[in-house]
Nanobody, 123 residues
Framework: VQLQASGGGLVQAGGSLRLSCAAS????????MAWFRQAPGKEREFVAG????????VYGDSVKGRFTLSRDNTKNTVYLQMNSLKPEDTAVYYC?????????????????WGQGTQVTVSS
């Protein structure tokens, strides 16, 4: 499984960005995709997750109501729409995949990771 993340950048507080993560290398009849983020000196934090087979996304508490995770099964791509961005959202964002359909919030549950994309929110 290969994951290609894109869409990061620099934005002012209150602005929006959309991240994409395209998956390739196998048929996704199941499994889970998730976004994590890691700020300098901090642990990698769960942002959002979604199952390829259906169901609603799950969000971390710090992004609920501001971020929206969606998927396009025809493109094997997930999108993280980030609105009302805050300086504390600044981090490297990573997409991840696991074969099981249950959405886990722990990084060790995911065995495939993308390269990361930088998101910087200025105040």
């Amino acid at each position: 499984v290969q994951l290609q993340a894109s869409g990061g950048g620099l934005v002012q507080a209150g602005g929006s960005l959309r991240l994409s993560c395209a998956a390739s290398g196998r048929t996704f009849s199941g499994g889970t995709m998730a976004w994590f983020r890691q700020a300098p000196g901090k642990e990698r934090e769960f942002v959002a997750g979604i199952s390829w087979s259906g169901g609603s996304p799950v969000y971390g508490d710090s992004v609920k109501g501001r971020f929206t995770l969606s998927r396009d099964n025809t493109k094997n791509t997930v999108y993280l729409q980030m609105n009302s961005l805050k300086p504390e959202d600044t981090a490297v964002y990573y997409c991840a995949h696991r074969s099981a359909t249950v959405i886990h919030r722990t990084r060790r549950s995911y065995n495939n990771w993308g390269q990361g994309t930088q998101v910087t929110v200025s105040s």
